[in-house]
Structure formats: C-alpha cells, structure tokens
C-alpha cells in the first residue's frame, strides 16, 4: 500500500512540474513575439530574416524622419512581403575603417589618417569601430572596440611599408564582412579608403560581390586620386634621403603624383623621362586612364551592392565626409521580413524597396543572396 501511495506522489509531481515546464515554454515564447516589432532586434530563432538597411531622403539629401512601417512597401522578386521588424530608433554603430597603406598613397596618408582620428570624435560611448590596414596583406591594427585611445593609436600605426608592393583590398574587405562581422547584429558600416588599384588579393572581384550579397553591412568607399601630376612635389619631397632604391635593396621605386611606378606597369622611370614625348607615352596615359576608371567602377559597384555611397577625393581630408556617413547611419531605418521560398540552395533575388512619398528617395540593398 506504501508503494502505491508514493507511486501516486510520484505521478503527481511529474504533472505537476510538467505544467510548470508549459508555462515557463509559453512565457519565453510570448516574451520573444513581443519583442519582434517592438524592440531593436529580432529575437526569433528563425535566422532566415531578411535585414535591410534603407536610407530615406527627399530630393535635396536631406533625411526624411518620423516615418512608419506602413510607409514602406518591400518586394523580392516582384512580390510583396510582409516586414515583420521595422526599426526607426537610434541604434548602436559597428563601423570598419579600412586604410589603403599600399605605396600610391604614401602622399595622401598623412591627411587620411588625421581625418580617421576626426572620425573617432563622432562616435558615441556605445559605439564600436575598428581599423585595418591593407597593402601587401591584410592588417587588423584594433579589432571592435568602443575605446577611442586604442582605435587613435591604430589609426597612427597605420603606414606604408618600406620594400614591399601590394593592395589587398578585396582581401580586406573579404575578411572584413565574412570574419569580423559575422554575426553582429545592427546598424553596421565598412568605410574603405583606397585608390582602387588591387594588386595582389586572393579574393577575386565576383567572389567579393558575390559575397555581400549575402550580408546587410554598408560599404562606403572613399577613393582618393593620386595621379595626374597632383602632390607632385609632395610626393617628390618624402622620396628624398631613401633614394631610388629601397633600404633593403628591395627594388626601384619612384612616386610621381602618388603613383607608385613598377617597372611591370608600364611607367616611364626617371631615366626615360626625355622619353617623354613619344607616341606610346600617350597611350601609357589612356592605359592608366582606363585603369582608374575600372577602379572607380569596381568601388562604385561594391557601394551600390549593399546601399552604401560612392565618394571621391582629391587631398585625403575627408572629414565632411566621415560626418555625413555617421550621420546617415544613426538616421537609417532597418526593415525584416521572412522570405516565401523554402528553396536550400543560395539564390539571388531581386529586391526593392519603395516608401509612399513623392518627394523621397529611396536607397536600400538591390538584390539579395539566401544563405
């Protein structure tokens, strides 16, 4: 009879701690759906959200605010979907400051880096950043961090090497979204300064594009122009006291304009300048002209891809610049939906995004790749 009756307790307490086990399943369960439209993630386990950043102007680049979900209509493919998260408050900043420290910038990263340490005054305490530098390989001078000091101080590390060649950009870039930003949620940029001029990634142009369109990080590229005479005696002044050669014997170089001139590329050295004259001079100079404009191309091609800005400059003093891409970021409001293909293979789809106002102009990602 004892056995029976502690059988009987036994049951109890197990149906009793099983109702308990269904509340606590179905509080955590009401706690997540709460939160989707709401708070300033989604918390859903279902990790096929759809996140797209989108920045909203009128036609003069002025941010238009105050606007709601229902403003907004997002179509893949054609088809309308349902945004289950929309975000308009002011959210945490992940930002990666990428530094061209190949040879051609050697006369414009003085003033790079100085406009870089502008840029840390812009960043509130629960912000992030951190910085990379990228020639004949990839450099992570500060991995994400909100401390200012040690952000400045990789930014002043940042510089050229003396003897050895190479622009890894889309390296960096590479492994910037795939590795550092893997997994971060939020508003988060890439700002890449560079001339545009990859010698040396491993990482082709297809590969690079093809992989940002499987993430919602924003890439800003800042090219600035080196060429065509311009820092001349600048770039003269800093070659003094090395020579022609490096100090290892590491090769001949010259700068010219900011140029870094391999013998391979098709640059006149100094000898040959009577040389000058010539008619295949000429089309060296549409060669190069050709190259910059691939360069420029190709940055604008990375910007467009993830909704992001193409800019240009001529000195390296970007500060004005760095303001207006903080602050359109704090300004940009986030969109999530879950898509109706079930397919497992990685798909590319078209995506638009449209807002109910004729005044507005709409920038958001174009095309997105299933995971």
Same mark, same amino acid.
Request: aromatic share 6%; proline share 3%; glycine share 10%.
């Given at each position: 009879?004892?056995?029976?009756?502690?059988?009987?307790?036994?049951?109890?307490?197990?149906?009793?701690?099983?109702? @308990?086990?269904?509340?606590?399943?179905?509080?955590?369960?009401?706690?997540?759906?709460?939160?989707?439209?709401?708070?300033?993630?989604v918390?859903?386990? *279902?990790?096929?959200?759809?996140?797209?950043?989108?920045?909203?102007? *009128?036609?003069?680049?002025r941010?238009?605010?105050?606007?709601k979900?229902?403003?907004?209509?997002? @179509?893949?493919?054609?088809?309308k979907?349902n945004?289950?998260?929309?975000?308009?408050?002011e959210?945490a900043?992940?930002?990666?400051?990428?530094? *061209?420290?190949?040879q051609?910038?050697?006369?414009?990263? *003085?003033?790079?880096?100085?406009?870089a340490?502008?840029?840390?005054?812009?960043?509130?305490?629960?912000d992030?950043?951190?910085?990379?530098?990228?020639?004949?390989?990839?450099?992570?001078?500060?991995?994400?961090?909100?401390d200012?000091?040690?952000?400045?101080?990789?930014?002043?590390?940042?510089?050229?090497?003396?003897?050895?060649?190479?622009?890894?950009?889309?390296?960096?870039?590479f492994?910037?979204?795939?590795?550092?930003?893997?997994?971060?949620?939020?508003?988060?940029?890439?700002?890449? @300064?560079?001339?545009?001029?990859?010698?040396?990634?491993?990482?082709?142009?297809?590969?690079?594009?093809?992989?940002?369109?499987?993430?919602d990080?924003?890439?800003?590229t800042?090219?600035?122009k080196?060429?065509?005479?311009?820092?001349?005696?600048?770039?003269?002044?800093? #070659?003094? #006291?090395?020579?022609?050669?490096?100090?290892?014997?590491?090769?001949?170089?010259?700068?010219?304009?900011?140029?870094?001139?391999?013998?391979?590329? #098709?640059?006149p050295?100094?000898?040959?300048?009577?040389?000058?004259?010539?008619?295949?001079?000429?089309?060296?100079a549409?060669?190069?002209?050709?190259?910059?404009?691939?360069?420029?191309?190709?940055?604008?091609?990375?910007?467009?891809?993830?909704?992001?800005?193409?800019?240009?400059?001529?000195n390296?003093?970007?500060k004005?610049?760095?303001?207006?891409?903080?602050?359109?970021?704090?300004?940009?409001?986030?969109l999530?939906?879950?898509?109706?293909?079930?397919?497992?293979?990685?798909?590319l789809?078209?995506?638009?995004?449209?807002?109910?106002?004729?005044?507005?102009?709409?920038?958001?990602?174009?095309?997105?790749?299933?995971?």
């Open positions: 009879m004892a056995s029976v009756k502690q059988g009987q307790r036994h049951n109890s307490m197990r149906r009793t701690t099983s109702v @308990l086990l269904g509340f606590l399943l179905t509080g955590l369960v009401v706690c997540v759906n709460a939160q989707d439209k709401n708070g300033p993630e918390y859903k386990v *279902d990790t096929r959200l759809i996140s797209v950043p989108v920045v909203v102007s *009128d036609r003069d680049g941010y238009i605010p105050n606007l979900a229902t403003d907004f209509t997002v @179509l893949q493919d054609g088809v979907q945004i289950e998260f929309f975000g308009a408050t959210e900043l992940t930002i990666a400051l990428l530094i *061209d420290t190949s051609s910038t050697r006369p414009v990263l *003085d003033d790079i880096k100085e406009s340490n502008a840029l840390l005054k812009l960043l509130l305490p629960r992030r950043a951190m910085v990379v530098s990228f020639d004949y390989d990839t450099h992570v001078l500060s991995e994400l961090t909100a200012k000091e040690q952000l400045k101080q990789a930014i002043n590390r940042a510089d050229v090497p003396d003897d050895l060649v190479g622009t890894t950009m889309r390296d960096a870039a492994q910037t979204v795939n590795r550092s930003f893997a997994g971060i949620k939020g508003r988060k940029a890439i700002i890449i @300064l560079t001339d545009g001029k990859d010698h040396g990634s491993r990482i082709s142009r297809d590969e690079l594009l093809y992989s940002l369109q499987e993430s990080a924003l890439i800003y800042i090219m600035f080196t060429g065509g005479g311009m820092n001349r005696g600048q770039g003269q002044a800093r #070659g003094q #006291g090395r020579g022609q050669m490096g100090p290892r014997g590491g090769g001949r170089r010259d700068i010219l304009g900011g140029i870094f001139r391999d013998p391979g590329m #098709g640059f050295g100094r000898g040959n300048q009577r040389r000058q004259n010539r008619p295949d001079n000429q089309r060296r549409e060669r190069v002209g050709r190259v910059n404009e691939d360069a420029q191309e190709f940055l604008q091609a990375l910007s467009d891809t993830t909704a992001g800005r193409f800019y240009s400059s001529e390296g003093k970007l004005k610049t760095f303001e207006s891409i903080v602050e359109e970021l704090r300004f940009q409001y986030r999530g939906f879950y898509p109706q293909d079930e397919a497992d293979e990685k798909t789809h078209e995506l638009k995004v449209k807002v109910g106002r004729t005044d507005a102009s709409v920038r958001s990602r174009s095309s997105y790749r299933t995971r």
